[in-house]
């Protein structure tokens, strides 16, 4: 089922070139969207975005190194164009796939941000599902890849969530680090405060 979802979803790719350079551009960037929407959170100076951020940096970072160190190794599931001829419109190295590297960032940014802020969340989760969708039509994952990391990022999302009191001392201490970064750097402060 896996390969056969696949194949319906990677077979639009190569018929209208406008919808093949938009998921291209959504496979590779919409992360760094995702980013630049985190980075006007934090610099918006309100310490409730500031911890959102950080619980969603956080959630990130554990998900991608369990993902990348434990996961991938372990499975160490091909990905679609070793053993299948498919319509491959980026390149890639042909490592390990699951789980989605770029959808388990995307998510993992998402489901901390959905649950701490729901309207941004919202975006956020739209933005995660066409990374998800855009990585299977372009040839580079399967969708149980996509799927894998969607379960990793809401689980350890969850994790962080339930334990953010216990966490938030570090929350606590790099804002505190950035603030201080704002009083030592005039031109920081000055974004900050626009």
Request: charged share 15%.
């Amino acid at each position: 089922m896996n390969e056969q979802l696949f194949q319906i979803i990677n077979n639009f790719a190569g018929r209208f070139d406008w919808i093949d350079d938009l998921m291209e551009i959504f496979a590779k960037d919409i992360v760094w969207l995702m980013l630049a929407i985190l980075v006007f959170l934090w610099c918006s100076g309100s310490k409730e975005n500031q911890r959102a951020v950080f619980f969603a940096c956080l959630t990130a970072a554990v998900s991608l190194l369990l993902a990348a160190w434990v996961i991938s190794p372990l499975v160490n599931h091909p990905r679609p164009f070793v053993d299948h001829t498919v319509h491959q419109l980026i390149s890639h190295a042909a490592d390990a796939s699951f789980p989605s590297d770029h959808a388990t960032v995307a998510f993992s940014f998402a489901f901390v941000i959905l649950l701490m802020k729901r309207q941004t969340g919202v975006l956020m989760l739209v933005l995660a599902v066409l990374t998800g969708i855009s990585r299977i039509y372009v040839g580079v994952h399967y969708p149980a890849d996509i799927l894998g990391a969607v379960v990793l990022s809401f689980l350890i999302a969850l994790t962080v969530f339930a334990l953010r009191k216990q966490i938030d001392p570090i929350s606590r201490l790099f804002i505190s680090l950035y603030n201080q970064i704002l009083r030592v750097i005039p031109v920081l402060s000055r974004f900050s405060k626009s």
